[in-house]
RNA sequence: GGCCCCAUCGUUCAGCGGUUAGGACGCGAGGUUUUCAUCCUCGAAACCAGGGUUCGAUUCCCUGUGGGGUCACCA
């Protein structure tokens, strides 16, 4: 029988690289064996996913040529694939659980975990449900949700004895049954948590093979149960290393940029992006690092991946990425060029310059700070601490506004007036003048005095480079002597 | 902190009981190049520690240490 895999993604914010990772290995042992590649879009937590990012992981994926056989915008015979066109299901089989016993319903208000948590986290206790509903009457229980009372629904653990995961790459796990929490299956908005909604979906579109990052290895044993709970064959796990941070923790933007969006922004090739994740976590043999998506499905074995989480470096990427395009033939390197620097915002940078350029040959310079990542700010360092403000408090607003961009949905689409409305507001909220404001984002956006305007400026330069600027920003007042 | 995972050069991947411990990135030194980059050559650089098992451990087992993950009505 040949495997069914999938990669399930949050449409939270931007496309992550760990997503990507991920899903090579998905990708690759599916079409190794001839399988199926799903994509399962996990949007249960109604108040984090939205459309945007969802499209944004179709077009993050489908850039590194990862396309999958079966997903919400491609069809396939065993979906709906987004989890809140599902949740009748949901409800349905979590109906089966509680009938059976493996589940119960729980009125414990959240002002009431928010308490016992405080107390378990003073007596040094591991925070975990109390068990405060387990023995309620099911019958009871059944007539106060039926007159409205608003609950969710727990998975019972047994007290006692020990329930282990099989994992592919790392032998069997086990776990102590005391030590698993009664997990919400159904939260009280009718939504599952990922637990339930992973496991249903995963046995009734026929997964075969999960395979996921290590951070889900402690939730494994919930998925056991709920398969043995539903009297279901569970499929075979297999948990990946974590993609790292130089300091060995989870890549986190904080550290690192994190999104596809941001590699792909900054020039590099989808091949080159994918074999470098590629070898991170797996090896061809013969010490032979660089390979093809094609050449690495057809070598595709698990004794050929490691379990170690590695950091992901990108001075090598960029070696990486110098090694290709040296390779490349003028002509395909020439049409790759130009269509980078052209093709997508051609006509904004023309609209941007035409009234500040006198030649024809002024365009590239002029235009020049739209491209590239890193900028020097030595020339405009000077200027950038406003009149009456501290470096120190230059730089925590430059970091709130970084943090900003993340946050605020205005903003988060990053155009011309989402920035400007946001912006606004920012420099309000924060006590700024947006005399002082603008001109510091735009030395720090842009490593000049002068631009076009500066929302127009932003949206143009793109999310991805503006944050790395800003970033670069940050740091460049941090290491200057005042 | 409890539980769980991981452990070879700075980083990454090899090695799967006996090897001068290998490749790549990065780093250093030379060379080619008017400069820079490229390219070539050479070099420095690792088996976390302690116990076992074994004729023999980087390799198998245990303990410790270190790193990481996870402990939500987020995934």
Request: glycine fraction near 8%; proline fraction near 6%.
């Given at each position: 029988m040949p495997p069914r895999v999938r990669i399930a993604p949050s449409p939270t914010g931007d496309p992550h690289v760990g997503t990507a990772y991920i899903a090579l290995f998905n990708y690759a042992f599916a079409k190794k064996h001839g399988g199926t590649f799903i994509l399962r879009i996990e949007d249960t937590d109604q108040t984090r996913s939205t459309a945007s990012s969802e499209v944004a992981i179709y077009d993050a994926l489908r850039w590194l040529g990862l396309d999958w056989d079966e997903g919400p915008d491609v069809g396939g015979d065993r979906g709906p694939y987004r989890q809140s066109e599902r949740t009748a299901i949901y409800r349905e089989h979590v109906q089966t659980l509680i009938d059976n016993g493996t589940a119960y319903r729980c009125f414990c208000t959240s002002e009431r975990l928010a308490q016992m948590r405080a107390e378990q986290e003073r007596n040094k206790?591991?925070?975990?449900?109390?068990?405060?509903?387990?023995?309620?009457d099911p019958k009871d229980a059944q007539s106060r949700a039926a007159a409205g009372e608003p609950h969710v629904i727990r998975l019972r653990v047994p007290e006692e004895g020990e329930t282990t995961l099989h994992d592919e790459l790392r032998g069997p796990i086990a776990f102590q049954n005391a030590e698993i929490d009664d997990q919400v299956l159904l939260k009280s908005d009718g939504f599952p948590t990922y637990h339930l909604a992973n496991v249903v979906d995963d046995h009734l579109m026929g997964i075969t093979h999960v395979i996921r990052g290590e951070d889900w290895i402690t939730s494994g044993p919930k998925h056991v149960l709920l398969y043995q709970g539903f009297g279901w064959e569970p499929p075979l796990f297999f948990h990946l290393g974590l993609l790292r941070n130089g300091d060995k923790s989870k890549l986190s933007k904080r550290k690192n940029p994190v999104s596809v969006d941001h590699y792909r922004s900054l020039g590099y090739l989808p091949s080159t992006f994918l074999n470098f994740l590629a070898i991170l976590g797996f090896s061809m043999g013969e010490d032979r690092e660089r390979f093809s998506l094609d050449e690495m499905v057809a070598e595709f074995e698990w004794s050929k991946v490691s379990t170690g989480g590695p950091v992901f470096d990108p001075v090598k990427l960029d070696a990486f990425s110098g090694d290709d395009i040296r390779a490349m033939d003028p002509a395909a390197l020439r049409d790759a060029l130009v269509e980078h620097a052209f093709g997508g915002r051609i006509d904004t940078l023309v609209e941007l310059s035409r009234e500040r350029i006198n030649r024809l040959d002024d365009f590239i310079p002029y235009v020049?700070?739209?491209?590239?990542?890193e900028v020097d700010y030595a020339a405009v360092l000077p200027k950038m601490v406003p009149k009456k403000r501290e470096k120190k408090e230059t730089m925590k607003i430059l970091k709130a506004y970084l943090e900003g961009i993340e946050k605020d949905d205005a903003a988060r689409a990053f155009t011309v007036d989402g920035l400007a409305e946001f912006s606004k507001a920012f420099a309000q909220q924060h006590g700024w003048k947006p005399k002082e404001l603008y001109p510091l984002l735009r030395c720090a956006a842009t490593g000049r005095t002068a631009s076009p305007s500066l929302f127009e400026t932003l949206a143009a330069l793109g999310k991805d480079r503006v944050r790395l600027r800003l970033r670069g920003a940050i740091e460049a007042l941090r290491v200057a002597p005042q």
């Amino acid at each position: 029988m040949p495997p069914r895999v999938r990669i399930a993604p949050s449409p939270t914010g931007d496309p992550h690289v760990g997503t990507a990772y991920i899903a090579l290995f998905n990708y690759a042992f599916a079409k190794k064996h001839g399988g199926t590649f799903i994509l399962r879009i996990e949007d249960t937590d109604q108040t984090r996913s939205t459309a945007s990012s969802e499209v944004a992981i179709y077009d993050a994926l489908r850039w590194l040529g990862l396309d999958w056989d079966e997903g919400p915008d491609v069809g396939g015979d065993r979906g709906p694939y987004r989890q809140s066109e599902r949740t009748a299901i949901y409800r349905e089989h979590v109906q089966t659980l509680i009938d059976n016993g493996t589940a119960y319903r729980c009125f414990c208000t959240s002002e009431r975990l928010a308490q016992m948590r405080a107390e378990q986290e003073r007596n040094k206790q591991n925070p975990r449900y109390d068990g405060h509903c387990r023995g309620l009457d099911p019958k009871d229980a059944q007539s106060r949700a039926a007159a409205g009372e608003p609950h969710v629904i727990r998975l019972r653990v047994p007290e006692e004895g020990e329930t282990t995961l099989h994992d592919e790459l790392r032998g069997p796990i086990a776990f102590q049954n005391a030590e698993i929490d009664d997990q919400v299956l159904l939260k009280s908005d009718g939504f599952p948590t990922y637990h339930l909604a992973n496991v249903v979906d995963d046995h009734l579109m026929g997964i075969t093979h999960v395979i996921r990052g290590e951070d889900w290895i402690t939730s494994g044993p919930k998925h056991v149960l709920l398969y043995q709970g539903f009297g279901w064959e569970p499929p075979l796990f297999f948990h990946l290393g974590l993609l790292r941070n130089g300091d060995k923790s989870k890549l986190s933007k904080r550290k690192n940029p994190v999104s596809v969006d941001h590699y792909r922004s900054l020039g590099y090739l989808p091949s080159t992006f994918l074999n470098f994740l590629a070898i991170l976590g797996f090896s061809m043999g013969e010490d032979r690092e660089r390979f093809s998506l094609d050449e690495m499905v057809a070598e595709f074995e698990w004794s050929k991946v490691s379990t170690g989480g590695p950091v992901f470096d990108p001075v090598k990427l960029d070696a990486f990425s110098g090694d290709d395009i040296r390779a490349m033939d003028p002509a395909a390197l020439r049409d790759a060029l130009v269509e980078h620097a052209f093709g997508g915002r051609i006509d904004t940078l023309v609209e941007l310059s035409r009234e500040r350029i006198n030649r024809l040959d002024d365009f590239i310079p002029y235009v020049s700070f739209f491209f590239g990542g890193e900028v020097d700010y030595a020339a405009v360092l000077p200027k950038m601490v406003p009149k009456k403000r501290e470096k120190k408090e230059t730089m925590k607003i430059l970091k709130a506004y970084l943090e900003g961009i993340e946050k605020d949905d205005a903003a988060r689409a990053f155009t011309v007036d989402g920035l400007a409305e946001f912006s606004k507001a920012f420099a309000q909220q924060h006590g700024w003048k947006p005399k002082e404001l603008y001109p510091l984002l735009r030395c720090a956006a842009t490593g000049r005095t002068a631009s076009p305007s500066l929302f127009e400026t932003l949206a143009a330069l793109g999310k991805d480079r503006v944050r790395l600027r800003l970033r670069g920003a940050i740091e460049a007042l941090r290491v200057a002597p005042q």
